[in-house]
């Protein structure tokens, strides 16, 4: 069935430092991809997504490349923030599928520090 | 645009007793809503898919009969957690679909606890 794996937190990081979370995804048919964000004490906000091969989502500096051939949609940021200090969750949605739900991957704390 | 809430933000309740979770797409029409389970530190984990004006899709392992869910408009789903107990303490997020496109937003979740 279809997964999504994403790298064991939490990651600290300094502020301005570059981020990378890794996120891979097994699927059949074709998946979109996603990134959401859940800031403590909140529910989660799509940050970004990219529906087809080499589709590159982008949003608050954030972003992440759908490559097919690695099965992979990693995040990356070039200079983080003290404000980025969230969970992040890498999903999919199986676009042949209607109605069909997000797998999401078990997500990955950020803490950035000052 | 694409907000969605719930209420209550929280709540706290004794064993044995029912709980109602609404969920609501304030500013759009959602034929499907989900409702999902996250339980601390952990990932979201999907427990059904509500389509509006049938009955839900219940994902392996969870009890239709425990966790009610209607649909009974194209804004509102709502999860009834009967005969709660401790174990059914959690997190419970919704999540609404905005026509063809398969982009879910999210309410900001129902923190239960059952004493």
């Known amino acids: 069935g279809n997964s999504v794996t994403q790298m064991e937190g939490p990651v600290t990081l300094s502020e301005e430092a570059f981020l990378t979370i890794n996120c891979t995804y097994t699927a059949t048919g074709y998946p979109s991809l996603f990134w959401y964000v859940q800031y403590p004490g909140e529910g989660l906000q799509l940050l970004l997504k990219a529906t087809k091969a080499d589709d590159k989502g982008s949003n608050k500096g954030f972003e992440a490349t759908y490559r097919k051939e690695t099965t992979s949609f990693h995040l990356e940021k070039g200079s983080v923030q003290v404000s980025d200090s969230a969970v992040y969750f890498c999903a999919l949605s199986d676009q042949s599928q209607a109605g069909t739900a997000l797998i999401f991957g078990k997500g990955t704390t950020l803490s950035v520090s000052s | 645009g694409a907000v969605v809430s719930q209420h209550p933000s929280w709540v706290i309740c004794k064993s044995g007793t029912s709980v109602k979770i609404e969920c609501r797409s304030l500013d759009f029409q959602a034929t499907t809503m989900f409702w999902y389970r996250q339980f601390p530190k952990q990932s979201l984990m999907l427990m059904a898919t509500s389509n509006e004006g049938s009955k839900a899709t219940y994902e392996q392992g969870v009890e239709k009969d425990k966790f009610l869910i209607n649909h009974a408009s194209l804004t509102l789903s709502t999860l009834t957690v009967t005969s709660a107990h401790p174990e059914d303490s959690s997190f419970y997020i919704c999540?609404?679909?905005?026509?063809?496109?398969?982009?879910?937003?999210f309410g900001p979740g129902t923190r239960l606890t059952v004493l």
């Open positions: 999540s609404a679909r905005r026509g063809a496109t398969d982009t879910q937003y």
